[in-house]
């Protein structure tokens, strides 16, 4: 018994088959592929008894949970009472959350059952999941690769069929990137359109929690849930959730100029990106080619301000209030020095030495200042480029799943991954990344939507279209 959609499992369970059933064919599935690496723990029997009391249900109270066959899996640095949140890192290993972030309850009071926690980079830090305490996630669609991230188990499950839908989160790209990588659906919202309450902060002022899915129609009937405003977050939008009209007219698409001659592109993502383009001017849809000379200052001013929000948000992993203290320790500031040494992995160390390097007194106006300078610049930059048009599309990582290692002696090739997904971060815009099938082979070029702030709902119906 396989299902790729929650479309499927709700016409299984309307036929007559049972919820249970449905869990146990994906808790089978989860331990037949565990050489992957994707979930550090599943909730068994949690699930099954969830599972058992739905189809215990009436037919009008089952009406009444929209989201009811949706077997999820969560990111291991999202919230869920009771439940480990690591967050890939020795720093919370066997830390229990005592609350339940709000994104994931409301998906829960629609009907959603958690089937278990997926791998990711140590604090959501990294673009290949290669960086989590736990050991890599490998790519189901060639296990010799990366599945990206940080997300890259939330990518993998829904790739690998273990679930029906993930809920990942994307600080710079880490939702798009692996959804391009496992060949998925994968979405950033608006900034604020989503509660981060009870996401563990990275960079509060980028980090979104989206969906990853088979298909667009899954990831919107998701989104319509987690969206809205949430008291327990002052970031989060007071915003309704307005169904789209159908669009039937062509659409105007934009193509920047700087990202089709960006140097290093993998040759076969250029010629299926190029291709996809070619494709939707058959259709009818108008592709206009505009200039944006910011392009190579994204990722440096990216990973000024991230760094410098990361360095801020984990000064609370310190050895005394929770998470690791070092065995070692034997006075207060060993405790401090050797918790953090020992509890951080490499590239969290290097992103946090990097942030309070930036925010230092003596840097702070030449870096962090000034990144944030770009960052409006960015932001307003991207705003007249949307104007008048349906979308901006985009590469959503300049390369294919690289195999493990490649880029490890190089902190700078592995960043630039996100050289075509931080765009939506910096300015807070709704950004979708489409899977594109390579022929004769396994895996999957992609292509990134990106629309105006707050038009989540159109972006939605505008990639129902060009999928």
């Given at each position: 018994?396989?299902?790729?959609?929650?479309?499927?499992?709700?016409?299984?369970?309307?036929?007559?088959?049972?919820?249970?059933?449905?869990?146990?064919?994906?808790?089978?599935?989860?331990?037949?592929?565990?050489?992957?690496?994707?979930?550090?723990?599943?909730?068994?029997?949690?699930?099954?008894?969830?599972?058992?009391?739905?189809?215990?249900?009436?037919?009008?109270?089952?009406?009444?949970?929209?989201?009811?066959?949706?077997?999820?899996?969560?990111?291991?640095?999202?919230?869920?009472?009771?439940?480990?949140?690591?967050?890939?890192?020795?720093?919370?290993?066997?830390?229990?959350?005592?609350?339940?972030?709000?994104?994931?309850?409301?998906?829960?009071?629609?009907?959603?059952?958690?089937?278990?926690?997926?791998?990711?980079?140590?604090?959501?830090?990294?673009?290949?999941?290669?960086?989590?305490?736990?050991?890599?996630?490998?790519?189901?669609?060639?296990?010799?690769?990366?599945?990206?991230?940080?997300?890259?188990?939330?990518?993998?499950?829904?790739?690998?069929?273990?679930?029906?839908?993930?809920?990942?989160?994307?600080?710079?790209?880490?939702?798009?990137?692996?959804?391009?990588?496992?060949?998925?659906?994968?979405?950033?919202?608006?900034?604020?359109?989503?509660?981060?309450?009870?996401?563990?902060?990275?960079?509060?002022?980028?980090?979104?929690?989206?969906?990853?899915?088979?298909?667009?129609e899954d990831a919107a009937r998701i989104l319509q849930v987690m969206a809205g405003n949430d008291p327990q977050d002052s970031s989060s939008l007071d915003v309704n959730w307005i169904e789209p009209k159908s669009l039937s007219r062509p659409l105007k698409l934009v193509v920047?100029?700087?990202?089709?001659?960006?140097?290093?592109?993998?040759?076969?993502?250029?010629?299926?990106?190029?291709?996809?383009?070619?494709?939707?001017?058959?259709?009818?849809?108008?592709?206009?080619?505009?200039?944006?000379?910011?392009?190579?200052?994204?990722?440096?001013?990216?990973?000024?301000?991230?760094?410098?929000?990361?360095?801020?948000?984990?000064?609370?992993?310190?050895?005394?209030?929770?998470?690791?203290?070092?065995?070692?320790?034997?006075?207060?500031?060993?405790?401090?020095?050797?918790?953090?040494?020992?509890?951080?992995?490499?590239?969290?160390?290097?992103?946090?030495?990097t942030g309070t390097f930036v925010l230092s007194s003596t840097y702070f106006d030449a870096y962090y200042l000034q990144a944030q300078r770009v960052r409006r610049k960015i932001r307003e930059a991207t705003d007249s480029l949307l104007q008048g048009a349906d979308a901006l599309?985009?590469?959503?990582?300049?390369?294919?799943?690289?195999?493990?290692?490649?880029?490890?002696?190089?902190?700078?090739?592995?960043?630039?991954?996100?050289?075509?997904?931080?765009?939506?971060?910096?300015?807070?815009?709704?950004?979708?990344?489409?899977?594109?099938?390579?022929?004769?082979?396994?895996?999957?070029?992609?292509?990134?939507?990106?629309?105006?702030?707050?038009?989540?709902?159109?972006?939605?119906?505008?990639?129902?279209?060009?999928?």
């Amino acid at each position: 018994m396989r299902f790729s959609s929650l479309g499927e499992v709700q016409a299984h369970l309307k036929a007559g088959g049972q919820m249970v059933d449905v869990v146990d064919a994906f808790l089978e599935r989860i331990q037949a592929t565990s050489h992957l690496n994707i979930f550090l723990e599943t909730f068994d029997a949690e699930v099954r008894t969830q599972a058992e009391a739905q189809d215990k249900l009436r037919d009008e109270q089952k009406a009444k949970l929209p989201l009811l066959g949706l077997v999820l899996a969560i990111k291991d640095n999202i919230a869920y009472k009771g439940h480990i949140m690591s967050a890939g890192s020795r720093m919370l290993e066997n830390f229990r959350s005592v609350y339940t972030a709000t994104a994931l309850q409301r998906l829960m009071d629609a009907g959603a059952l958690v089937i278990g926690r997926v791998n990711c980079d140590e604090f959501a830090m990294g673009s290949s999941n290669e960086k989590s305490y736990y050991g890599p996630v490998k790519n189901p669609l060639d296990p010799e690769r990366v599945p990206g991230g940080s997300s890259g188990g939330s990518a993998a499950a829904v790739a690998a069929g273990l679930c029906v839908a993930a809920l990942g989160t994307d600080t710079g790209g880490s939702i798009r990137q692996p959804a391009a990588f496992c060949g998925v659906v994968g979405m950033k919202p608006t900034y604020g359109r989503v509660s981060r309450y009870g996401l563990l902060a990275y960079g509060s002022s980028f980090d979104q929690i989206g969906p990853l899915s088979r298909n667009v129609e899954d990831a919107a009937r998701i989104l319509q849930v987690m969206a809205g405003n949430d008291p327990q977050d002052s970031s989060s939008l007071d915003v309704n959730w307005i169904e789209p009209k159908s669009l039937s007219r062509p659409l105007k698409l934009v193509v920047l100029k700087e990202a089709m001659e960006f140097q290093g592109m993998n040759p076969k993502v250029k010629a299926a990106f190029e291709s996809r383009l070619a494709h939707w001017k058959s259709q009818g849809h108008t592709v206009e080619v505009r200039s944006f000379p910011l392009l190579n200052s994204l990722v440096p001013t990216y990973y000024v301000l991230s760094t410098a929000e990361a360095s801020s948000n984990l000064g609370r992993y310190d050895g005394i209030h929770y998470g690791f203290r070092s065995p070692d320790a034997h006075d207060l500031e060993s405790t401090y020095r050797l918790s953090r040494s020992q509890g951080f992995g490499a590239e969290v160390k290097r992103r946090i030495m990097t942030g309070t390097f930036v925010l230092s007194s003596t840097y702070f106006d030449a870096y962090y200042l000034q990144a944030q300078r770009v960052r409006r610049k960015i932001r307003e930059a991207t705003d007249s480029l949307l104007q008048g048009a349906d979308a901006l599309v985009l590469p959503t990582s300049p390369n294919l799943p690289f195999v493990f290692g490649e880029n490890d002696a190089d902190p700078v090739a592995m960043y630039m991954e996100d050289a075509f997904t931080v765009q939506a971060n910096l300015a807070g815009n709704p950004a979708i990344s489409l899977p594109i099938a390579i022929e004769g082979s396994p895996l999957f070029a992609s292509v990134q939507l990106m629309s105006d702030r707050g038009s989540d709902e159109e972006l939605l119906e505008i990639a129902r279209r060009l999928a």
